[in-house]
């Protein structure tokens, strides 16, 4: 019987087989190992705090413009309200325009109705009779043959028991526009007083003289860079309407003066308060905006929002039982804003604002 052989797992084949795969194995790890060591991001990291100073300029970029855009928004929205404002000023200033128009056209057709009363023979006392007694007044003066129609034409509120009258001396009022301003006002004394805009200014203060009842009391004033009373002796004291002499030596004595300074409007406005009673009629004569306020400025250059802003500052001093103010406005070159601001005074206090032609009143 033949003898059985063993069986040995271990064989050369099967350790062959073994090592092979162990081998293959190793070499494996090898290859993934050193393939991980290759593509290991290492220069990644420091990209990374270029991006996020990239990311922050960006986010820096985007509040800028959105922070502009707010701002842009803002300001148009300002924008539209002040337009809307000024559109609404506007109609307003229309508004009153239209009423005056109107007004004026009444008083010239009672005017009329007067003056064909007095031509028919009709008895005038038995005409103003029926009439209130405001009305009265207003309808006396229509006929004064000197000067009653042009009182009509423009408005002028003239009358009152206590009437002031304030003159602008400045150095403006030798002239409409900055270089005869600046040429004459280097001249000597007696060539700025005859300067025809100055010439104007003491013929229409002589004008509102004519028409000052006799009953009346009455104060003259010029101003530049203080108040001045045309009869410094009088001063604070109203002067009688039925005295001739002082009415001639005040005349005279304002005819002595030369423009000179700039233009405080403080201190005209401060007369008012002064005076006791406190007028109940002013008359501004006046060519442009303040330059100062209450002191001569330190600037030497004074912009037109300057001269607005004293103006208000001036305005804002008034007492609240302001009487009318009638402002006589001589335009002068480079103010634009005078003729607005000085309508804006004449209506709030009552009174009335004219821009008289040159050949009038004379």
Avoid at 17 to 26: E, H, L, T, W
Wanted: a neutral charge; glycine letters at 4%.
């Amino acid at each position: 019987m033949a003898k059985q052989r063993e069986s040995n797992l271990f064989t050369l084949s099967f350790l062959d087989v073994m090592s092979c795969g162990f081998g293959a194995v190793i070499l494996l790890y090898v290859i993934i190992l050193q393939y991980n060591q290759d593509f290991e991001p290492s220069e990644a990291v420091p990209s990374l705090p270029i991006n996020d100073e990239k990311i922050s300029r960006l986010e820096q970029k985007i509040k800028t413009l959105l922070a502009l855009e707010k701002s842009e928004e803002e300001r148009f929205k300002k924008t539209a309200v002040d337009n809307q404002k000024k559109i609404t000023s506007i109609k307003l200033t229309e508004t009153r325009v239209k009423n005056l128009i109107d007004e004026n056209k009444e008083k010239k057709q009672k005017l009329q109705e007067i003056q064909r009363r007095v031509s028919t023979g009709a008895s005038k006392k038995d005409f103003l009779e029926d009439q209130e007694l405001e009305q009265v007044t207003m309808l006396q003066a229509t006929m004064n043959q000197a000067g009653g129609f042009k009182e009509v034409l423009t408005g002028m509120r003239l009358g009152g028991s206590h009437i002031l009258i304030l003159l602008d001396s400045s150095s403006s009022m030798l002239a409409e526009d900055l270089v005869n301003i600046i040429r004459r006002r280097n001249m000597e004394p007696q060539e700025k007083i005859l300067s025809p805009k100055w010439q104007r200014g003491i013929s229409f203060v002589e004008w509102i003289m004519e028409k000052i009842p006799e009953e009346a009391k009455y104060q003259v004033v010029h101003f530049n860079e203080k108040a001045n009373y045309v009869l410094p002796n009088t001063a604070e004291i109203w002067l009688d309407g039925s005295n001739d002499q002082e009415r001639e030596r005040t005349q005279a004595t304002l005819k002595k003066v030369a423009p000179s300074g700039g233009t405080s409007l403080y201190h005209a406005f401060s007369v008012i308060t002064s005076l006791s009673p406190m007028p109940d009629n002013v008359y501004l004569l006046v060519d442009s905006l303040p330059t100062m306020n209450r002191k001569v400025p330190k600037k030497y250059t004074i912009s037109s929002q300057d001269r607005r802003d004293y103006f208000r500052k001036s305005v804002s001093s008034l007492p609240e039982n302001v009487p009318p103010i009638n402002v006589i406005l001589f335009p002068m070159e480079a103010d634009p804003y005078a003729p607005i601001e000085y309508w804006e005074l004449a209506d709030k206090t009552g009174g009335s604002f004219i821009q008289p032609q040159k050949d009038w009143p004379r």
